[in-house]
């Protein structure tokens, strides 16, 4: 029996539109232009926001007087024409106050010699860190006699009121004894540090103590170019 012929006519293969080809070429080279166009305009909004003038977050009005290490009255006041980097500080603190203070130490070195620049910490528990107190934690961690750090210990009350009122710190509060990592972990307070202009007007915010290293690094970095951009304008 003969074999049978191939058909001479077989179905028609399918075959690509050549317009849907160049469609989707077009839509590929827009995706990599928009692409291109968002990479280059969100860096070049980081540049500019690195490159821009620290906000003005508010504007110191009212003195704040406390004693200091020393014994002596000093008012916030009298730091008008300086660099101010401020923080709240707790000797027994187990939250991270060392570490601001170790940071804050880092910017006394890195500013030496600068009259312009001012360090002061204020006890957020003054019942415990009273002058005498803060004079021997404060050399106790390298503070010198001549630096130009204040340590400084007052009412309790005015001091919370002053520094989330007129500052803008997050608010302290006393923490629960159930709660309370041990029997000295009497508050629960900011532990960024701020940094006041020398017109005495709040600038920013810098969390110098931070689980993360690298984080608290970026934070002292960023935090000495900005007392240096102060300086400098």
């Known amino acids: 029996m ?39 305009t969100s860096l070049n909004q980081f540049e500019l926001n690195r490159k ?19 014994g002596t009255e000093k008012n916030l006041a009298d730091l008008e024409g300086k660099a101010v980097i401020l923080a709240y500080t707790y000797t ?19 500013f030496a010699g600068q009259s312009n620049v001012h360090l002061v910490s204020i006890a957020v528990w003054p019942e415990i860190d009273t002058a005498p107190m803060l004079k021997a934690f404060s050399e ?35 923490i629960p004894p ?10 629960a307070h900011d532990l960024r540090a701020v940094l006041i202009d020398p017109q005495r007007r709040v600038r920013a915010f810098y969390s110098l103590m931070h689980p993360q290293t690298e984080v608290a690094q970026i934070a002292l970095e960023k935090l000495q170019r900005d007392i240096a951009s102060l300086l400098k304008n």
């Open 178 to 187: 159930a709660d309370r990592l041990n029997p000295q972990d009497m508050v």
């Open 52 to 70: 821009s003038a620290l906000p003005i977050l508010r504007q110191l009005r009212d003195p704040f007087v406390a004693l200091d290490r020393s």
């Open 2 to 40: 003969p074999l049978s012929e191939p058909s001479q006519n077989p179905a028609a293969a399918p075959t690509r539109s050549p317009l849907k080809f160049w469609l989707l070429i077009a839509t590929l080279l827009l995706a990599l232009i928009g692409g291109s166009y968002f990479l280059k």
């Open 140 to 174: 106790s961690i390298g503070v010198r006699p001549g630096d130009p750090w204040w340590w400084l210990s007052t009412d309790r009350s005015r001091t919370w009121n002053y520094l989330t009122d007129q500052i803008g710190f997050e608010a302290s509060h006393e």
């Open 92 to 110: 027994r603190c187990p939250h991270g106050c060392a570490g601001v203070a170790a940071q804050m130490l880092k910017i006394r070195d890195a």
